[in-house]
């Protein structure tokens, strides 16, 4: 498919008009290009401008709206949706989870062959692939919302698992110990031996005090996993501001592999591992936004592409160049994996005057 017509980046390069503060992630000041962003998940189309950090590559927007909660509870984020399920689909749901786990089921085969392995349950194989994960470590995640991929790890034996947002209206109790609590990054004090930021890192206002947060809350030897847009991908490249991963106004920060290697370095993790995990969102989503369309509209609820646009040839097209590029590290998202060495001393004294942002 050829390249959509659009706005490409809608760039004006070093616009010393704007008023910027310094890259969050290397604190550079020199500007590759700054461009305005719409607001097209909802199709409200409030404009907002970003720039692209010339030293790190990273981007970020320049003035985050002071009203960013009208951003997420006020227009329906996905998120937030309520969690719990009825008992057939609860039941239906687990078959399928654990035959993806451990291949036993024969209910589970069958739901697994028509509707594919669950993206929770791949992960968790790669989890403990990388991190060692079992079911006896304690298990945090940052900035989750109501956690609804919660069920399908309790399903398969997980339930040592915690979940914070801030913006959540009250705890959610699972059962089992299994709760999300409504408190800050800052506010949590102890630790644990898996912490997962999984697609929240790029909601923060401030990377590098979250990443000193961080490494203060994961226990020595074990790790800290960050799944977020990438900046300098090829679906970047390609769409520009018609990048469905920009999510203006919610995204503020969006890393490069570099910025984000070098931001957790600085904080004393060692990057142990990067897996391109991005899919065919990249393509899809960025087609519909450069032709006006939203993610979501009265009409249309799910996160998935409008099937008058798209031909299953297309949509078959975009799932395979998504592994070509997550081969060659190309894709638009990536799951950083960084080890806290055994010698780094923890600081656990009051930092709650660190200022985070959503989902901080």
Not at 261 to 267: F, H, I, K, M, T
């Amino acid at each position: 498919m050829d390249r959509p017509a659009g706005e490409g980046h809608g760039t004006s390069r070093g616009d010393s008009r704007v008023t910027r503060k310094p890259c969050l992630g290397c604190a550079g000041e020199q500007v590759r290009t700054t461009f305005e962003v719409r607001e097209m998940m909802f199709g409200l189309g409030e404009r907002f401008t970003y720039w692209e950090c010339a030293d790190c590559g990273a981007i970020q927007i320049v003035e985050p709206p002071d009203n960013l909660d009208r951003y997420y509870r006020g227009v329906g984020y996905y998120a937030f949706h309520d969690p719990l399920r009825g008992y057939l689909k609860a039941y239906l749901k687990q078959q399928r989870a654990r035959f993806a786990f451990s291949g036993r089921g024969a209910l589970g085969r069958i739901l697994t062959a028509r509707y594919g392995f669950p993206k929770i349950i791949t992960m968790l194989k790669e989890w403990i692939a990388i991190a060692g994960l079992t079911v006896d470590h304690e298990v945090l995640d940052i900035g989750c919302g109501t956690a609804p991929h919660f069920i399908d790890l309790m399903d398969v034996g997980y339930t040592r698992l915690t979940g914070v947002d801030p913006f959540i209206d009250s705890e959610i109790d699972f059962g089992h110990g299994v709760k999300v609590e409504k408190r800050r990054l800052t506010e949590i004090r102890r630790a644990f031996d898996f912490v997962m930021l999984n697609h929240s890192f790029e909601h923060m206002r401030d990377p590098r005090s979250v990443m000193r947060e961080l490494i203060r809350i994961v226990r020595p030897e074990k790790y800290v996993l960050i799944r977020t847009p990438v900046a300098g991908s090829q679906a970047w490249r390609t769409y520009g501001s018609n990048w469905v991963q920009l999510d203006a106004p919610r995204h503020l920060f969006i890393p490069s592999v570099a910025s984000l290697s070098r931001l957790a370095r600085d904080a004393g993790f060692e990057v142990a591992k990067v897996v391109f995990d991005s899919d065919d969102l990249q393509f899809w989503g960025s087609e519909q936004y450069a032709r006006g369309v939203p993610m979501f509209d009265s009409n249309w609820r799910v996160r998935e592409p409008r099937p008058e646009l798209f031909t299953a040839a297309q949509l078959k097209d975009f799932r395979e160049r998504a592994r070509r590029l997550n081969e060659t590290g190309e894709g638009d998202s990536a799951a950083f994996y960084l080890r806290r060495p055994a010698s780094l001393s923890s600081n656990t004294g009051d930092l709650t005057g660190l200022g985070m942002g959503v989902n901080a």
